[in-house]
Structures are given as structure tokens and as C-alpha cells.
């Protein structure tokens, strides 16, 4: 045989043992040849996870291990030199004082985070509650007022838990003198709730991650004091405790406290001035009744974290809650309790020092 006869020999017979190795290899259950997996475009592989969003109460931004599933409760708390102390005030999550008739306060205590056993002493709404309790879509506890009032009161979609209509919870603390002695069992009022008041109210306002983070706290001036006349009749004084962490309200040159001796107390307190105006109608004695009128827009204070800063109100419609900005930019409370002073412009007034 020739060499190229040769050479040709041999590589007939080494392709011959490849084929034979290829074949024996995909009858013996060799691996499989790989499969080409193609990304899903929907997955964006580049983004970060999303951060876990702290649990917090609505009404004061403080942290939480869970949030009751409860409404928003308001009652109406008189602040009559005869009424005090009041009873349940200092749990409150958010308080607005308001002025009624012959230039003295009232209020309107929020409660959800803290419910206290009771409450004293409950009073008549008035005007202006509707536009403060509707954004939060719960329940609102009074003694009573007239028909137009809660009317209005119920035509904002609060729901009303009233004593002159017979309603569970009220009774008479008769170490009192009436009408200043109405007691409410909190617990009563929450039991009253209908099917649409099942669920935590709506944030009524933006707080920072923590005390001292909000925006006064981080940009306001340094104060120690916020002295707010509401009427020669109401002067709110509120002094900054860098103990507590809060102001600390007195009644003029008196300290506000509960009836078991708590100060009151609060992490944020805000002036808004606001238009007073007088209704048609008229107390028992024959005053007018003034309305303050929220919906609309005004300046304000904002005192938190022992500094004060100027800001701009404004709430759209009845059921808005108010907002606040500060250069255009909105502004973040500290987290926990809220005072809310309606001053009228005007006659009303407030001094930093």
C-alpha cells in the first residue's frame, strides 16, 4: 500500500471511532446540552429593593408595633376657667382650641393612638367643628348644640355621638356644677360606631422619621417661648422643656394640667390665623356665635424641637386636611402630640421669645 493509500486508512478509521464514541455517548444518557434561559424584560434586575415603610400612628407619626384598627375619635372638652382641670385632655393625639362665645376657649381633643377611660367635660359643638372633623372621617362626641350645627356636623360625613339625643357614654360627675360637669365613657363612644367607621383615620399632616428631624426643629429659630392671645378672655402660653422634649401649656400665668396633676403637654404646636366671623345665630345669653372659617389659606407658626418657624396654611375644602409649607416646600412635623391655637386675625395675636 502506498503512503497516501495509508494515511487515508487511517483517518477513515479514527473518524469511524468518533462516530461510534458520539453515538455510544447519547445511548448511555449523557448530559444534556445546555438550555438558553431568556430574562424576563418586566424585571429590572439594576433596581434596589424597595425599603420597608415603618409602621406609625396617623394622627402623630410615632412609630408603631401595629396600628388599631379603630376610627378617629373627637370630643368636644370646654376650657371655661370653671371647667378646669379637665380630665383625658393630655392623651390626646391632636388638639384644636377654638374661641366660642364671650371670647373664651374650647376644644376639640382627637383621640386614636391612646383612648383614656374618660373625658371631662364634654360640651356643645359649634360652627367651625365640621371643617376640623371631617378629613378624619370618624366619630365626633358632644353634648349638643343647635339643629343647623349638627346638621352640619353630620352633613360632613362625621358621625355624631350626642347626649341631649340619648346616646350611651355621657353621664354627670356630681362633684360639678352643670353644664360644666359631662362626663364621657370613651369606650361607650367607640362602641357606637357604625360599619363605616371601621379603620384608622387618614395622616392629617406630614411627620419626620423622628423628634428633632421635623422641619422647624432642623431650620427654625431658636425660642423658648410662644405666647398666643386667642381674646382678653384666652391667652395660651406654651414654654419649650428640653427635658420632655416639649411645650408645656399654662392658662396666662397658671400651669394647664389634667386632674391628675399631668401637665399638658406637646411635641408640635401650630398658630394658624384664621377669619372669625359672627353667625345668625345666638347663644342662650343672646351672643352671637363666631365661626372660625378654615377653608381658605394664612400664616402661622410652627413651634417644635425649642425652635419656631414661619409657615403658610391652607386647607382646599371641608373634608382637606390642612396644609403646611414653608418657601413653597412642605413641612414635616416631629413625630407625637399636635396643639393647633385658631387665632383670630385681627384681634388675636402671637409673640415668640
Not at 72 to 98: F, S
Amino acid at each position: 500500500m502506498t503512503v497516501p493509500s495509508l494515511r487515508r486508512a487511517r483517518s477513515t478509521a479514527v473518524l469511524g471511532v468518533v462516530a461510534v464514541l458520539a453515538l455510544a455517548a447519547c445511548s448511555s444518557g449523557g448530559p444534556t446540552p445546555s438550555t438558553t434561559v431568556t430574562p424576563d424584560p418586566a424585571v429590572d434586575k439594576s433596581a434596589p429593593p424597595s425599603p420597608e415603610v415603618p409602621v406609625t400612628w396617623p394622627l402623630t407619626g410615632v412609630t408603631a408595633d401595629q396600628v388599631a384598627e379603630r376610627p378617629a375619635l373627637a370630643v368636644k372638652i370646654e376650657n371655661a376657667p370653671v371647667a378646669r382641670p379637665q380630665t383625658g385632655l393630655e392623651a390626646a393625639d391632636i388638639v384644636w382650641e377654638e374661641v366660642v362665645e364671650g371670647g373664651v376657649s374650647r376644644f376639640v381633643a382627637v383621640y386614636h393612638s391612646a383612648i383614656p377611660d374618660v373625658v371631662e367635660p364634654v360640651r356643645s359643638v359649634r360652627p367651625m367643628d365640621p371643617a376640623i372633623v371631617a378629613p378624619l372621617d370618624g366619630l365626633l362626641a358632644y353634648s349638643g348644640a343647635q339643629p343647623p350645627f349638627i346638621e352640619a356636623v353630620e352633613a360632613s360625613g362625621t358621625q355624631s355621638v350626642i347626649m341631649d339625643r340619648g346616646d350611651a357614654g355621657f353621664s354627670r360627675d356630681r362633684s360639678r356644677y352643670a353644664p360644666h360637669n359631662v362626663v364621657g365613657d370613651m369606650q361607650a363612644f367607640l362602641d357606637q360606631a357604625d360599619g363605616e367607621r371601621s379603620v384608622p383615620p387618614p395622616a392629617q399632616f406630614d411627620y419626620a422619621d423622628a423628634p428633632g428631624e421635623g422641619t422647624a426643629s432642623a431650620d427654625g429659630k431658636k425660642a423658648g417661648t410662644l405666647d398666643v392671645v386667642l381674646s382678653p378672655a384666652q391667652r395660651s402660653v406654651w414654654d419649650w422643656d428640653a427635658d420632655s422634649g416639649t411645650w408645656l401649656r399654662s392658662e396666662g400665668s397658671q400651669e394647664s394640667v389634667s386632674s391628675d396633676g399631668t401637665r399638658h403637654a406637646a411635641r408640635n404646636v401650630l398658630a394658624m390665623s384664621t377669619v372669625i366671623v359672627n353667625t345668625a345665630y345666638k347663644d342662650p345669653g343672646g351672643a352671637p356665635v363666631p365661626e372660625t372659617q378654615l377653608v381658605g389659606s394664612g400664616q402661622g407658626v410652627l413651634a417644635a424641637g425649642g425652635k419656631v418657624l414661619t409657615v403658610k396654611w391652607s386647607k382646599e375644602d371641608l373634608h382637606a386636611p390642612v396644609e403646611l409649607t414653608h418657601d413653597g416646600e412642605p413641612v414635616e412635623l416631629d413625630p407625637g402630640s399636635t396643639w393647633i391655637e385658631l387665632v383670630p386675625r385681627g384681634t388675636g395675636s402671637w409673640s415668640v421669645s
